[in-house]
């Protein structure tokens, strides 16, 4: 699938100097990639489906909803604060230069459901592993965690061990 790196664009010093950002956008308008890409996400699951999948807010509400509708399960978002309205859990957690929180309605997962956590980047964990750490407190499992991109070079794989982390592109440096 690395051929699909060439329909991502990579942006300099964005968010700040010294950041290179892949930006997927170019890569979610192109008819063929995405098919592929969401082929890529999907097939690790197929034959093991988990009870639900979970996206993180924004680009994993992208990727959840298409992953949920071919794996015929619902999906479950995850969200900033102040974004959903019934009854809720809430996670804070520290970033590389701060700290972010995360919500999720505290009937949307049941428990020992089996979750598949997604979004687009795996880079230093934080907020994957805050998620995973939601879903537990709820009493769901985590079936694995998929994203499109993962930044080996950075830890957000050893942020996540002991969970399958599965992840369609990768990039070393």
Avoid: W
């Amino acid at each position: 699938m690395d051929h699909l790196k060439k329909l991502i664009r990579e942006v300099p010093d964005f968010p700040k100097p010294g950041i290179l950002f892949y930006d997927i956008t170019t890569l979610l308008k192109d008819p063929a990639g995405l098919t592929e890409l969401a082929d890529g996400l999907v097939a690790r699951y197929a034959d093991n489906p988990p009870d639900v999948v979970l996206g993180i807010e924004a680009r994993g509400f992208i990727f959840g909803p298409l992953m949920a509708a071919r794996l015929g399960t619902g999906f479950i978002p995850v969200r900033k604060p102040g974004k959903l309205p019934a009854e809720k859990s809430r996670i804070s957690y520290d970033l590389e230069y701060g700290q972010d929180t995360l919500e999720i309605h505290t009937d949307a997962v049941m428990e020992g459901q089996r979750v598949l956590i997604v979004d687009d980047l795996l880079a230093t964990g934080g907020t994957a592993r805050a998620t995973c750490d939601l879903v537990e407190q709820l009493g769901g499992k985590i079936h694995g965690l998929a994203f499109v991109v993962e930044l080996t070079f950075l830890p957000g794989r050893q942020r996540l061990n002991g969970y399958d982390v599965h992840s369609v592109l990768s990039y070393d440096t």
